[in-house]
């Protein structure tokens, strides 16, 4: 018999079996107990975390008979009668499982959903299971819409993806939703554990340590990994085999590296790498390695004893925890990340390496390291400085002297502005441009200013005058043709450039007595004076009107337009609108009281 790899022959057949997906399980199981049962399924997840597994017991547990024969939908299927065996082994026929990325157009998709008007052959349910669902065509969707919204009661759907995000909205509405997560490395060191105790392979827990973390969260990746270990290994998973085969750097190469960089010795730094490029390890490993110590040594900071005490890297995480400040080991951490993206465009990835390294010497907190560096000399000047509190700190640089200001303008004024005289012309560093509702100070003579008295009430000031729009003079023939524009419009009698022209047109004369109707139209603009437009208003006029009529058109300005009598309301109504604002009692109460308050020029917006 032919050896089966590890993720197959350990694949989940129940729902008690499944690890790492406890909420999905515990839905299924309350649905499939309860016979509350949704026709459509989605179960979106990263690769190898159990979406086809989880797709294979649901359709075991709808068409489970038991031992006997005699058994019903349950959440725990006996896994001996023969829908189970036979779903098991693929080859049941109410079952299919179609790859979405080889049968992705709308004719693969209309053939299943063909059969789907024939009921089971031989289960309770046919359950349609199409793994990578996002890879189905536009056409391919909207076939299946609804079917998948209203089936038979004998189908079942089960969808699977990668990318919910490239699944139509109008598919994720008609489906009931499960989010397999990618599973943690202890949960999956643990499982392989299992699995390798059941084979009977003696294996370290530094290398089932690796291959957890090297899984990413998927177990199917953790048991192919797994036999190739075994097979590198000759039968055995030990540590230094299991690295060599990953080609992961040691942690010890990680925490070496950050305690060089604690000591500020760069030195140090640039011979580690060295080291590392003799040994021939990854420069990318390299990172991942620190970017994982650096994240547990985070958590060691925040959350002391927080660690598994089981893993031996722990005593070290704790010394190093204890020998950075938090913020350091945050900006250590984040450099980490950042600097991996950056490997590819270094001229090599160790030279790559060596700069990320001086990178994070070169932004350590001042004071951190070993190595002090110079604070940068002040320049010199004649004369004295004049500094703000400490809220903005702007500096103030004249050789006035300082004057003093009323306490009850310091108590209006923002602490951090500093008052000088006009003739001294101060150089202001880092001072912004104060916010519209601040009060500008008062400028000063030099001479002790007199008490102030009360603030009288400001006097409310009148609207900004707006700009005259272009006078509008309307005539009969306008009405009339403005009137007929606005009803082809309502109608959808006309349209884009024909729609166009009828608004920017001016109605100059109507002839009736001819035969037909002569109306004389003047428009400006070249491009809706096309023969085609004009032909396109013409028909759609004779219709509104009921009999034919000619249309005549002539260039010039249209000083009488549907197009600019709208412009002349919608102007009177903003008018209105801002005068309606500007009269209300609480506006001019808040403007009254608050001495910079303005009403921000369109702002108002009439309904």
């Known amino acids: 018999m032919s050896y089966l790899v590890l993720a197959r022959k350990y694949r989940p057949r129940s729902f008690e079996a499944m690890v790492g997906q406890e909420h999905v399980v515990q839905a299924l199981s309350n649905a499939l107990t309860q016979q509350r049962l949704h026709h459509a399924y989605l179960f979106t997840g990263t690769r190898g975390v159990g979406k086809t597994t989880v797709s294979r017991i649901l359709a075991k547990s709808l068409n489970c008979t038991g031992a006997d024969g005699s058994g019903g939908i349950t959440a725990q299927p006996c896994g001996v009668c023969d829908a189970c065996r036979d779903i098991d082994a693929g080859r049941f026929v109410d079952y299919v499982e179609l790859d ?107 290398a089932l340590r690796l291959l957890a973390r090297a899984a990413r969260g998927s177990m199917r990746d953790a048991l192919s990994l797994t036999d190739q270990a075994i097979a590198f290994g000759a039968g055995a998973l030990a540590e ?150 400490a809220a903005a700190q702007p500096a103030v640089v004249t050789p006035a002297p ?60 009148e609207p900004m005058p707006r700009a005259d729009a272009p006078r509008l003079v309307t005539t009969p023939l306008g009405d009339r043709w403005a009137a007929q524009v606005r009803a082809l419009c309502e109608s959808g009698a006309i349209g884009a450039l024909v729609r166009e022209l009828a608004l920017q047109s001016q109605c100059t004369a109507i002839d009736e007595a001819a035969s037909p109707a002569c109306w004389t139209l003047r428009v400006e603009r070249e491009m809706l004076r096309s023969t085609a437009n004009v032909d396109k208003l013409q028909a759609a006029l004779a219709g509104a009107l009921g009999q034919p009529v000619q249309l005549r058109v002539e260039a010039g300005v249209a000083e009488d337009s549907p197009a600019r009598r709208d412009a002349a309301e919608r102007a009177r109504r903003q008018a209105e609108a801002e005068q309606i604002i500007h009269d209300d009692p609480l506006v001019r109460a808040l403007m009254a009281q608050y001495t910079t308050a303005r009403i921000v020029p369109g702002s108002v917006k009439p309904h």
């Open 100 to 206: 979405a990325a080889s049968n992705r157009g709308v004719e693969e998709i209309s053939q299943l959903l063909d059969q789907a008007v024939y009921k089971p052959v031989l289960g309770r349910f046919k359950v349609y299971m199409i793994d990578e669902v996002h890879m189905l065509s536009n056409t391919a969707f909207n076939a299946m819409l609804k079917t998948l919204e209203e089936p038979p009661d004998y189908l079942k759907f089960v969808l699977a993806t990668t990318d919910p995000q490239k699944v139509p909205p109008t598919v994720l509405s008609r489906c009931l939703q499960f989010n397999l997560r990618p599973m943690a490395p202890q949960t999956v060191q643990e499982h392989l554990a299992t699995v390798l105790a059941e084979e009977g392979i003696a294996a370290d827990p530094g």
């Open 402 to 461: 300082a004057l003093r200001v009323p306490a009850a303008r310091q108590a209006q004024a923002p602490a951090a502005r500093a008052i000088v005289p006009r003739s001294s012309q101060p150089v202001v560093a880092n001072s912004p441009e104060p916010p519209p509702w601040v009060d500008a100070p008062d400028e000063f003579d030099g001479a002790e200013p007199e008490p102030e008295a009360a603030p009288a009430a400001r006097a409310v000031p």
């Open 240 to 389: 230094a085999g299991v690295r060599q085969m990953l080609g992961a750097v040691d942690r010890g190469h990680a925490v070496r590296l950050v305690e060089v960089l604690a000591a500020g010795d760069g030195k140090a730094v640039v011979a580690s790498v060295d080291g590392l490029r003799a040994l021939g390890l990854s420069a990318t490993g390299t990172l991942e390695e620190m970017a994982a110590l650096l994240q547990q040594m985070a958590v060691q900071q925040a959350v002391p004893g927080a660690l598994d005490a089981n893993d031996p890297d722990t005593s070290a995480i704790e010394r190093l925890a204890a020998a950075l400040p938090a913020d350091e080991t945050q900006l250590l951490y984040s450099i980490v990340v950042h600097g991996r993206a950056e490997l590819a465009l270094a001229p090599d990835e160790y030279s790559g390496l060596v700069m990320v390294l001086l990178r994070m010497l070169a932004f350590r907190p001042a004071g951190s390291g070993a190595a002090e560096r110079p604070a940068p000399r002040a320049a010199p000047s004649a004369a004295p400085v004049s500094r703000a509190p």
